[in-house]
Nanobody, 123 residues
Framework: QVRLTESGGGLVQAGGSLTLSCQAS????????MGWFRQAPGKDREFVGA????????SYADSVKGRFTISRDNAKNTLSLEMTSLTPDDTAMYYC????????????????WGQGTRVTVSI
């Protein structure tokens, strides 16, 4: 069983930065591919990015590429999402998720989910 808890959300002005964290309660965190997804009001949940189990490579959605960076600390069972140059379009509930296997941009491929942390970007 994997328990995921996100934190770090909040209100930020456009152009600003925010870093989200995800704490995992699991024995073998390093075996899981970790992903970030987001869901804006009235929209479907969408892929933000994912990082492989050892953190050697990451994949990003085109909409955040170059602005967001995913990292992980397997010794601390933590996942991070550093977000820069935020725009109102980044306003959403952000979720971390875990899956066995390589990364996927399909939310149905992830087995475990956190409760989410809300990010609001104001003009």
């Amino acid at each position: 069983q994997v328990r995921l808890t996100e934190s770090g959300g909040g209100l930020v002005q456009a152009g600003g930065s925010l870093t989200l964290s995800c704490q995992a309660s699991v024995r073998a965190f390093s075996v899981y591919t970790m992903g970030w997804f987001r869901q804006a009001p009235g929209k479907d949940r969408e892929f933000v990015g994912a990082i492989k189990s050892l953190g050697l490579s990451a994949s990003y959605a085109d909409s955040v590429k170059g602005r967001f960076t995913i990292s992980r600390d397997n010794a601390k069972n933590t996942l991070s999402l550093e977000m820069t140059s935020l725009t109102p379009d980044d306003t959403a509930m952000y979720y971390c998720a875990a899956r066995s296997g390589t990364y996927s941009d399909y939310d149905g491929a992830y087995h475990y989910w956190g409760q989410g942390t809300r990010v609001t970007v104001s003009i």
